[in-house]
């Protein structure tokens, strides 16, 4: 996964996630926050760039205190392939396991795909 933190990037993402509202709204409002100063200390990841499959929106490693708050490790979605969500979510650190955490996103499958992962690893969602 590539940490977007060009100005010109965000902005490019930007223009493209509005094109598919309302299922990029969850992702859409961080790319904005982050593109005018990131007061929240989020960060943006794609798998590639320009041509992503898959956005994920996080906050910052560094800024978690407690591993057990998943509500403060909100992370939201907006993918292209279900493929890549499924890679995203079982083959790399992006989506850190060792705490919990809220995924958030507005397509479907999203909710199936998360089960399939989790349960292929013995957690619980």
């Known amino acids: 996964m590539q940490i977007l933190r060009c100005p010109a990037q965000l902005q490019l993402l930007e223009e493209t996630l509005r094109k598919s509202l309302p299922a990029t709204l969850p992702v859409l409002g961080t790319v904005m926050t982050v593109a005018r100063g990131n007061p929240a200390a989020h960060e943006v990841l794609v798998d590639s760039w320009p041509h992503f499959s ?47 955490f809220q995924i958030m996103g507005m397509q479907e499958g999203l909710d199936e795909a998360v089960r399939e992962v989790a349960g292929a690893r013995g957690l619980q969602v």
């Open 54 to 100: 898959v956005v994920l929106t996080r906050l910052r490693p560094e800024e978690h205190k407690d591993p057990r708050d998943y509500y403060i490790n909100q992370q939201a979605v907006f993918y292209r392939d279900e493929r890549a969500l499924q890679a995203l979510l079982g083959g790399t650190e992006a989506v850190s396991r060792a705490r919990a």
